[in-house]
């Protein structure tokens, strides 16, 4: 049969057989992998040459098909009368030695049979023009059925939950919206909130398996009353028909929100994310898919920026917001193309002797009708139409400029973001810049977010090898933040740790944990050959504590605003770099101002006072002559209305003391009347 098959597909001049060596190969693979086969007969109809795998299905049967007539082994679909060919049957094309393409045929075997082909075939001659008989080919069409059926739930269906994918979705809400007569459709937009950290830090396989259980959950809770699908990544969709009733769609949002904010156990680690739902109804909010989904987006954007985990409804001033962002980024291409934008420097001091050892640049926006725009905003705007990269480096080259006339000694620190840290020309930007500035690489610094660097593993290693190749310190930021903070100092060179502010924040506190969590980090830190730096610090009593910790630095508003870069420098050349702390000396409740007489004991004596400020935390009082040595004495004080409280004196100087209260109070609203002195 081989040689058959070589004969027939051989010419006369392939003497070598290299030619036909590789067409028999090529005829086997379309044989082995897919659905089609080939057949050939001699000139008298008798078959030569039959696929293995048609040889199966008549040797199942008890039938050796090679050397059989081909009209005894096919017969045509419907019998030989069958109406798409009620003439020209197989015989009368092999008789006629005529082409034929495209029959309908099914084996001609005794009992049940499943099989369905199609055959063509055409007549060939040896090279002196004398017939030799038919070749053809076959294909199976339930294996092409199948092939097609699969191409559509591929086409329709999400590969990953098997949930419907964002075709079938906008076919289906398509189809929903176009019928006459219904009473209303609501779409549902859902996001999920942190997956990407369970993504970056437990990986993508992880991650696949956390979505195909929130697929399952949605099912579960949507049930019959709609269609779920999954958009792409941790995007779903809803399609409910027939759902007019809002309080019942808020009903099911939140149903949704708390099934699949429940903790999920993959693969030894337990899990929680949470979602954000918009949710826009039609007609009221759109009778178009586009128009519906652009309006649920807008409601998840509303949900987002409440907190995440709740839902939204859409509703007509969504709009003007969109459209406000909008303008709000067309401006700030406008800025940065103007330079408009412009840099301050947050400044970063050493707690052993209070002397600035570095700047932080930071950018801000002073826009030309709305005033300077918050921080926060500027990163939320330039985010979302994909300038970070672009302010990033306009930020990297000015402020280099700027620290290269700063002393020796003092550090440039400068924030990376995660578009900049992916860039692939990121070294030879940062190169340019410290030699256009004549900056030493060596006294920038380069402060990384874990999310940034979680993104691709790999590929930080290498960048940071190359940064740290040209000199350039890298320092971890916001520690403490993320869930993966340690993968991060395991895997790569930080110089520095910047603390984050949540930890900070209540490091007074004798009966909070933050001192023992901000210890260990120093403790690690030290161990790690890695200097500390505390964020975000505003009040003097933290300062002390850190101090004691052992952090190495510290940068907050305790020491003012950040300065430009003037006042930066002035602040280095003329000063010596020692900055005194300015602000409030500890944390405290909101205060109701007034002026009103109050009697104080100490040491079983009364004397007379006035209380200036009042909070549930505590007072501060004149009229006194308490020294320092009073500091730590506690006192009882009557706070009004002959309501005695014990308080602690925490600091005593020229006539004035703060007190602070051993347990919170009731500031009643008649007390908090302000008097004229």
């Not at 015989?91 to 499943?114: D, Q, W």
């Not at 991650?207 to 049930?223: F, I, M, T, W």
């Not at 700047?359 to 330039?382: I, K, M, N, S, Y």
């Not at 501060?620 to 002959?642: K, M, N, P, Y």
Request: glycine share 10%; aromatic share 6%.
């Amino acid at each position: 049969m081989k040689a058959t098959l070589r004969s027939w597909v051989q010419r006369p001049d392939d003497s070598a057989g290299l030619p036909a060596e590789r067409a028999v190969r090529l005829l086997r693979e379309a044989e082995d992998h897919g659905p089609n086969w080939f057949w050939q007969t001699d000139r008298n109809g008798r078959v030569t040459y039959l696929s293995d795998k048609i040889v199966g299905v008549f040797a199942a049967a008890d039938i050796d098909p090679v050397g059989s007539a081909l009209t005894d082994l096919l017969r045509i679909a419907g019998g030989e009368t069958a109406p798409d060919n009620p003439e020209r049957t197989l015989a009368f094309h092999l008789s006629a030695r005529t082409a034929f393409t495209g029959y309908a045929v099914t084996p001609a075997i005794t009992g049940e049979c499943n099989w369905s082909w199609s055959v063509s075939g055409s007549p060939f001659t040896d090279p002196f023009g004398r017939f030799e008989g038919f070749v053809g080919t076959g294909t199976d069409m339930a294996a092409v059925r199948e092939s097609d059926a699969e191409i559509t739930r591929l086409a329709l269906f999400d590969s990953l939950t098997g949930l419907a994918n964002r075709q079938r979705m906008h076919i289906s809400l398509e189809q929903t919206l176009a019928q006459p007569g219904y009473d209303g459709t609501a779409l549902f937009l859902l996001d999920l909130d942190r997956f990407k950290a369970v993504n970056d830090t437990l990986g993508h396989p992880v991650g696949d398996a956390l979505l195909k259980q929130v697929a399952e959950r949605l099912l579960r809770v949507v049930d019959d009353a709609g269609l779920v699908g999954r958009l792409g990544g941790d995007e779903f969709q809803v399609v409910l028909p027939r759902m007019g009733n809002r309080t019942q769609m808020a009903t099911l949002a939140q149903a949704i929100i708390a099934s699949l904010s429940q903790p999920y156990f993959l693969n030894g680690h337990t899990v929680s994310i949470g979602c954000s739902v918009g949710i826009a109804v039609s007609p009221d909010d759109g009778a178009t898919p586009d128009m519906l989904v652009s309006h649920a987006d807008l409601a998840l954007y509303a949900a987002k920026d409440a907190g995440r985990g709740v839902h939204r409804f859409f509703h007509d001033t969504l709009l003007e917001g969109a459209r406000s962002r909008q303008q709000m980024a067309d401006d700030l291409r406008v800025a940065l193309s103007r330079d408009q934008l412009r840099i301050v420097y947050q400044p970063v001091v050493a707690l052993e002797d209070g002397r600035i050892t570095g700047f932080e640049a930071l950018v801000r926006w002073d826009h030309p009708t709305r005033g300077t725009v918050p921080p926060q905003d500027v990163l939320g705007v330039a985010e979302e139409c994909k300038l970070t990269g672009q302010i990033g480096e306009w930020v990297l080259r000015t402020a280099c400029h700027d620290a290269a006339s700063w002393p020796e000694a003092t550090r440039l620190s400068v924030h990376l973001s995660g578009a900049q840290l992916a860039d692939p020309a990121l070294t030879a930007i940062l190169a340019n810049a410290v030699a256009r500035s004549g900056l030493p690489a060596e006294r920038l610094e380069l402060s990384i977010a874990e999310a940034s660097v979680l993104r691709d593993m790999r590929a930080a290693v290498a960048t940071f090898a190359a940064l740290q190749g040209i000199g350039i310190r890298l320092a971890l930021d916001d520690f403490g933040a993320g869930q993966a903070s340690m993968t991060c100092l395991r895997r790569l060179p930080f110089d520095r740790i910047k603390i984050d502010r949540s930890f900070v924040r209540g490091v007074s506190d004798p009966e909070g944990r933050n001192a023992a969590v901000v210890r260990s980090i120093v403790t690690l830190a030290d161990q790690l050959g890695i200097v500390t730096t505390a964020k975000g610090i505003e009040y003097h009593d933290e300062l002390a504590v850190l101090r004691d910790l052992g952090c190495t630095d510290v940068q907050g508003l305790v020491y003012g605003a950040p300065l430009d870069g003037a006042t930066a420098a002035a602040r280095l050349l003329n000063e010596g770099g020692a900055l005194t702390p300015q602000g409030p000396k500890a944390e405290r409740a909101a205060r109701t101002r007034m002026l009103r007489s109050t009697t104080i004991e100490l040491g079983g004596r009364t004397r007379p006072a006035r209380i200036r400020d009042l909070s549930t935390t505590g007072a501060l009082i004149d009229l006194v002559d308490f020294g320092e040595a009073a500091i730590g004495s506690v006192v009882r004080i009557d706070t009004g209305g002959g309501h005695w409280a014990a308080a602690t004196i925490r600091w005593a100087e020229d006539g004035r003391a703060g007190l602070h209260f051993d347990r919170p109070i009731v500031v009643e609203r008649r007390i908090t009347i302000r008097r004229k002195e």
